[in-house]
């Protein structure tokens, strides 16, 4: 089989090379500058953008699956990073595989294109996509998942109209746009088509991790780091190997007239971990103290509120100290029921979160964090 893993340079995407050229996968990448350590596994890497048709198209060709990990994350205020990557990107990976007649696409989601503004509790992947976007991460996911899930089964084709979606950049400078492309009952024993799955994991988390472990450290290091809430919520996370693992299952699962096609999937660890004594067990890998500081959730939302309000006021374009999506993230539980992931896709977390957390200890001692 042949696959290409976009992002495939980056935390998650590294991990699914691995696991694909442990399965004898011929891996091909897509990224934006050459990766060492790619090389050095023998993996051929095409350099381009997402936002590029061209390169991706490239990147695209011969594929019998393709990975579609890359995305734009963070919480800055602008919105142009957002649509080049999750949007625009998006739409170029799927006409791509259509135009090359690959026949499997797996895509990367998050959980928080459903999250609501309350706690979620025990969810599943019946609740409907998030009535209200508080950022632009995470209303450029929610459409760049459905995009995906409306191509299940479309015909290859060299000129794929997105059910005639205004995709323009212009729609998404906004937070009130809803999710609504349409869904079209194809035929799912047409060879000539495309197959598609999506995975929507939480925390993603590990070793080689260059995003979440150290910015807890750098905001408690530099005293900026406060609890939010009662300390009590619970969040779904998932290690990153077998964040890896479920995208090998998620392929295999992509058979015609099978339950994967068109569906998605919440992927984690099997229990939910407490989030501050979870942060409080991360930092003490590093002989860190525990988090002092402790704010209520409404006063995190408002202090959210008033830096997005200020930052759109002076035309600031980088990440607020906080806002109202991070104030949810930290103070709210989100947690979720991942049996249909056990039971369609065969995922059941191979590293526990006590073998996790000692591998990321080890990680942190060698990187000197």
């Known amino acids: 089989m042949r696959a290409l893993v976009t992002g495939g340079g980056g935390f998650l995407g590294r991990y699914v090379v ?7 996968f011929e891996v091909r990448t897509l990224n934006r500058r050459p990766r060492e350590e790619l090389a050095a596994l023998g993996v051929e890497q095409y350099l381009g953008q997402l936002s590029s048709f061209e390169d991706v198209d490239k990147a695209c060709a011969d594929r019998d699956v393709v990975f579609h990990v890359a995305a734009f994350p963070s919480i800055v205020m602008s919105s142009k990073p957002y649509y080049e990557t999750n949007i625009l990107g998006t739409k170029n990976v799927v006409a791509a595989c259509l135009k090359r007649k690959v026949r499997k696409l797996v895509h990367t989601s998050t959980q ?7 706690s979620q509790e025990g969810v599943d992947e019946s609740v409907p996509y998030a009535p209200r976007f508080l950022c632009h991460y995470q209303m450029t996911k929610a459409i760049s998942e ?10 290859w084709t060299d000129d794929y109209d997105f059910e005639g979606a205004d995709l323009s950049e212009a729609r998404f400078r906004k937070l009130s746009l809803k999710v609504d492309i349409p869904s079209v009952k194809r035929d799912p024993e047409r060879e000539d088509s495309l197959m598609t799955v999506a995975l929507r994991p939480h925390l993603i988390w590990g070793p080689g991790d ?8 750098e905001r408690a290091r530099t005293g900026r780091l406060a609890r939010v809430g009662d300390g009590t919520n619970l969040l779904s996370t998932i290690y990153v190997q077998n964040a890896a693992d479920a995208h090998a299952l998620a392929a295999k699962a992509l058979e015609p007239g099978g339950v994967a096609p068109g569906s998605v999937y919440y992927i984690a660890q099997e229990k939910p971990l407490n989030c501050w004594k ?17 704010v209520s959730f409404q ?3 408002r202090v959210g509120e008033f830096f997005e309000t200020l930052y759109r006021a002076l035309g600031k374009k980088t990440e607020p100290p906080m806002t109202r999506f991070l104030a949810t993230q930290l103070g709210k539980s989100y947690w979720f029921d991942t049996s249909r992931a056990k039971n369609e896709l065969g995922f059941v977390p191979a590293i526990s979160t006590e073998e996790g957390m000692r591998r990321l200890g080890e990680d942190l001692r060698e990187r000197g964090i």
């Open 278 to 294: 979870w942060i409080d067990e991360i930092l003490a890998l590093a002989g860190e103290p525990p988090v002092q500081k402790s």
């Open 210 to 217: 260059r995003h979440l472990v150290p910015r807890l450290f």
């Open 146 to 155: 459905r995009i995906v899930r409306a191509a299940n089964y479309a015909p």
């Open 112 to 118: 928080c294109v459903a999250n609501t503004i309350e």
């Open 299 to 301: 006063t995190a939302w």
């Open 18 to 24: 691995d696991r694909l050229l442990a399965d004898g």
